[in-house]
């Protein structure tokens, strides 16, 4: 038997050596943890090569390490070693907190790889894990889904993570950029076709081709992507979220239905729902369920202005307009509301401001935004109330939806193809025509004033009275302006063989005074039956008068229109009191001082804008009455005394159907206004309730160019405004009463012109099948490369048969691949052939003469309008022509596209009509006149209140003799 002090030796022994391991062990830690902490010092002061041999070696030491192995995949990342970076990570435990921001930084790898797909499920996995790091994973993880056009998926993640935010103030306007931003469009797709070529397999990088390609209205090729994607993933929601995205934008039911059986149900989706309910009982010609819909997500949701401006458009439409003002009216509260919201959060001190953002943002409907102000106001952290989960529920939303699937299995329309309407050629033909004029904007190197910008005006108008269009080029040059400089503009006189000859100094227009030109306006303004031109310069008008011979006479300062002007763009001639002669609307943009030493470019970085237009104080828009020769400003008691807006396109035309003449003014960056005219010479601005001061998401926008026609043929005259890039040109069509709906994306308009900065636009049926299509001059403002396109090519958009507009792209002809800074344009039948041709006027480029050569086009009529008791250009007259059971209406507009003037003659487009079977003419004086069996394929003179038509000068198929 062992003895009992045996036993206790042995236990003190054992202690004895448990104290010295233990010792032996604490020594080794705190070794490691002085290297440990070396090395990341070494890793943070820069000293990379440092910190990996010691990482390396206590990597070694101890493998499962979770920092050591962080830092040292870190190192190897940073000096150009991913594959090592990664070996390191992989040995990362699943439990160490250091997997979390080891994920984030391989994610990086794997999108510099191209390999989308990975590095999103390594970012969700680090999302997963607590940490410091979970925000930076948040935000990676956004800027990778967006590109993909996963928005909403987005926003709720970075939502998600908004207690975890250290700067949660910060985060909440992040939140609100998120979803108001524009979509950077160029650079997605560069970083795209990069990661395209790396991982051509990439099937993230699939859905985010399919997302650019339906952004831009290229449907087939989206759809060809998502196909791929879905062989990938068959069951995966978010592809499927992406195909319903698709579909809805390129209006294809059944495949929207298709979509809807993959999708699954989420608390949250009940908005949803009612928004697809309604988008299908629209189409599906129900509504009642339509209505309904959107009234209960008005409900649910409210802050959402393209509902309520749907809403809005249905009550006019079914004779409430009333209710349709209620609308409007709480759609331009929301408008004030978000300026309200976004001066308060980029205000000084935001957190001051917490219970007024709260509400704001509750009015918006945005009520994470508030709940989250809410609890910075009270001193709490920025937290809301999480959904409840309800994952489990098994339901699709098609389940949600029932009936739809059944409904829509076939598409409710033909679609409009390109194969279905015939493709119209042009020919730019300026060279051998003679039109060799140059415009300069006198922008300097390493200067950039807004002034330049906007620069470039032409016209379209018979100056001599031979039938045949000439051409006036306005010209800018040198900014600021040299005191006493010449007048650079040129007049082109046609000689109706095809060419132009160089008129300026023989019709006097080189003898009068210059300046830097903007744009020019035509108008008869004493009824002599010679068309006068205005023009506007930087800080002057110019009136000149047609003497009738060839020559022009400077009066600006005999119709008190001289002295200093400040900055007007755009101008329209209209009889807006209804007198028989035309008064004068003049646009004006922003205060700037030529003088000062602001340049738009970025002192610090030359390559980016740096002028908003919103920073300058707005100047007003004139308006004068034409008193026998003497132009009156009456611009306050007349009622066009509204905030000033920056005035940059104007049209005038009878938009209500009253016999009256009413102005559309596009602005930039604040609401466009609308002038209802009252009679004698009384106007009211009713943009907001008319529904045409911003789109249908409540924005206002870069309003440039403007155009007013029957785009969608239903016999009332719609509005059009080019726009910003990525904000697209707007369709309004015209309800009546008064009303307008953005109808941008019903007719196509919205993904084809979104890429695009529009200027100049007009209307026009240049295949003349009978439907008018669209054609605008683009071109930014900066070149702000790679970012977003510089020069842009024209776009024509043609109408379809269902009323959707076909993009046909450059097959038109080698001008609509060319690339320019396009800005002033006008349409007109140059060479009397009855196809409309343009000329297009782009910065420091010469002038392009679109020159219609379209074989096979339709028969046509052309027709020139002259008032007796109605002003003697006939602007306001409405003509409604019925020819082939196909009935088109048309006005004689003043103004129109961006600082430019088009032929004020007529030209319908008759498709395989022969004869115009009847004809009828509303002239602003109340007279109406009509005409019956008129031969196509020539033109015709129309003088008020004569019983039958004259020849139209330079129209010699049909010529009769004059009477």
């Not at 250091?98 to 191209?114: H, Y």
């Not at 030359?606 to 026998?628: E, H, M, Q, S």
């Not at 440039?704 to 043929?713: E, F, I, P, R, Y």
Request: hydrophobic share 40%; net charge negative; aromatic share 8%.
């Amino acid at each position: 038997m062992r003895p009992r002090w045996a036993g206790l030796a042995a236990l003190g022994l054992a202690g004895g050596f448990g104290v010295i391991l233990w010792f032996l062990l604490d020594a080794r830690n705190q070794r490691f943890e002085q290297s440990l902490s070396e090395a990341r010092a070494a890793v943070l002061d820069g000293r990379l090569a440092t910190a990996r041999r010691q990482l390396a070696e206590l990597a070694e030491s101890r493998p499962t390490h979770g920092e050591a192995l962080y830092l040292l995949g870190l190192c190897e990342q940073q000096l150009g070693n991913p594959s090592r970076a990664e070996e390191a990570w992989q040995r990362i435990p699943a439990d160490s907190p250091d997997l979390g921001p080891a994920l984030v930084q391989w994610a990086e790898i794997d999108q510099q790889r191209g390999r989308l797909a990975e590095a999103e499920e390594r970012l969700f996995d680090a999302i997963a894990i607590a940490g410091a790091h979970r925000p930076i994973a948040r935000w990676e993880l956004v800027r990778l889904l967006r590109p993909q056009g996963r928005f909403n998926e987005a926003s709720r993640i970075f939502r998600d993570g908004l207690a975890e935010h250290p700067e949660p103030i910060e985060a909440l306007k992040v939140l609100y950029w998120l979803d108001v931003d524009p979509f950077p469009v160029e650079t997605v797709r560069r970083d795209l076709a990069e990661a395209q070529r790396l991982a051509p397999d990439d099937d993230r990088v699939w859905l985010g081709l399919a997302h650019l390609a339906t952004r831009s209205g290229r449907f087939d090729e989206a759809k060809n992507w998502l196909d791929r994607c879905l062989d990938r993933r068959p069951n995966d929601p978010v592809v499927w979220r992406a195909r319903l995205d698709w579909a809805l934008a390129a209006d294809r039911p059944a495949d929207a239905a298709e979509a809807l059986t993959h999708l699954p149900y989420a608390p949250d989706s009940e908005p949803e729902i009612l928004r697809l309910r309604a988008w299908f009982a629209r189409r599906n010609g129900d509504r009642a369920l339509e209505r309904s819909s959107l009234e209960q997500v008005d409900q649910m949701t409210p802050g959402q202005t393209e509902v309520l401006d749907r809403l809005a458009a249905l009550a006019a439409e079914e004779g409430r307009p009333d209710d349709s003002s209620r609308y409007r009216a709480k759609r331009a509260r929301l408008e004030q509301h978000r300026e309200d919201y976004v001066a308060l959060i980029l205000g000084d001190d935001p957190l001051s401001q917490a219970p007024a953002l709260a509400e704001t943002a509750e009015a918006l409907g945005r009520r994470f935004d508030a709940d989250a102000w809410r609890s910075l106001a009270e001193g709490r952290p920025a937290e809301v109330a999480a959904v409840a989960s309800n994952a489990r529920d098994p339901r699709t939303l098609a389940e949600l939806l029932p009936g739809i699937a059944s409904r829509t299995t076939e598409e409710p329309r033909s679609r409009s193809r390109s194969a279905d309407v015939l493709i119209p050629r042009f020919e730019d033909v300026s060279a051998s025509a003679g039109l060799d004029f140059q415009h300069d904007n006198g922008q300097i190197p390493g200067r950039l004033v807004l002034p330049e910008t906007g620069a470039g005006g032409v016209a379209l108008f018979d100056f001599d009275g031979d039938g045949w269009l000439d051409c006036y080029a306005v010209q800018a040059g040198p900014f600021p302006p040299p005191a006493n400089a010449p007048n650079a503009d040129r007049l082109y006189r046609n000689r109706g063989d095809g060419t132009f000859e160089d008129v300026s100094e023989s019709s006097g227009i080189a003898s009068m005074p210059g300046g830097y030109g903007h744009g020019a306006a035509v108008g008869d303004i004493d009824n002599d039956g010679h068309p006068d031109l205005f023009i506007t310069r930087w800080r002057s008008y110019a009136l000149y008068r047609n003497r009738g011979d060839g020559t022009f006479e400077d009066i600006t300062d005999a119709a008190d229109l001289g002295g200093d002007r400040d900055w007007p763009t755009s101008a329209a001639f209209a009889d807006l009191d209804g007198d028989g002669d035309l008064d004068l609307y003049v646009c004006h943009y922003l205060r700037w001082d030529e003088d000062g030493d602001t340049t738009c470019l970025d002192p610090d970085d030359p390559t980016k804008y740096a002028c908003n237009p919103i920073d300058f104080p707005a100047l007003p828009d004139r308006v004068f009455r034409n008193d026998d020769g003497r132009f009156v400003e009456v611009t306050q008691e007349a009622g066009f005394a509204v905030t000033p807006g920056r005035g940059l396109g104007v049209v005038a035309a009878d938009v209500d159907d009253d016999g009256r003449i009413d102005l559309f003014v596009a602005n930039d960056m604040t609401a466009d206004l609308l002038f209802m005219n009252r009679g004698d010479f009384q106007f009211e601005e009713v943009g907001a309730v008319a529904g045409i001061a911003a789109n249908a998401h409540g924005n206002y926008q870069a309003g440039m160019g403007t155009a007013v026609g029957d785009l969608d043929g239903d016999a009332r005259l719609d509005l059009l405004v080019t726009n910003y890039y990525e904000e697209s040109t707007s369709f309004f069509r015209n309800l009546g009463g008064g009303f307008f709906a953005d109808q941008t994306s019903e007719i196509n308009l919205k993904a084809p012109s979104r890429h695009l900065l529009g200027f100049g636009l007009t209307l026009l049926d240049a295949n003349l099948d009978g439907r008018l299509d669209l054609l605008s001059a683009n071109g930014h403002v900066h070149d702000g490369r790679p970012s977003y396109p510089w020069k842009m090519p024209p776009q024509l958009l043609l109408g379809g048969p269902d009323g959707r507009l076909i993009d046909p792209g450059p097959t038109p002809g080698p001008a609509f691949d060319r690339l320019s800074l396009g800005r002033g344009l006008a349409v007109g039948d140059v060479d009397n052939d009855g196809r409309p041709d343009a000329i297009l006027q782009a910065q420091n480029d010469p002038l392009v003469f679109l020159h219609n050569q379209t074989e096979g086009a339709g028969h046509a009529i052309a027709l020139r309008l002259e008032g007796t008791k109605s002003n003697r250009d006939g602007v306001g007259a409405i003509v409604t022509v019925e020819a082939g059971g196909h009935r088109q209406i048309a006005t004689r507009f003043g103004g129109g596209s961006y600082q430019s003037a088009s032929d004020g003659r007529l030209l319908f487009g008759l498709g395989e009509a022969e004869t115009v079977d009847s004809l009828e003419i509303r002239w602003p004086s109340g007279r109406v006149d009509q005409f019956n069996a008129l031969d196509a394929d020539t033109g015709y003179l129309f003088r008020e209140g004569e019983p039958a038509p004259r020849a139209l000068p330079g129209f010699s198929s049909h010529e009769q003799e004059t009477p």
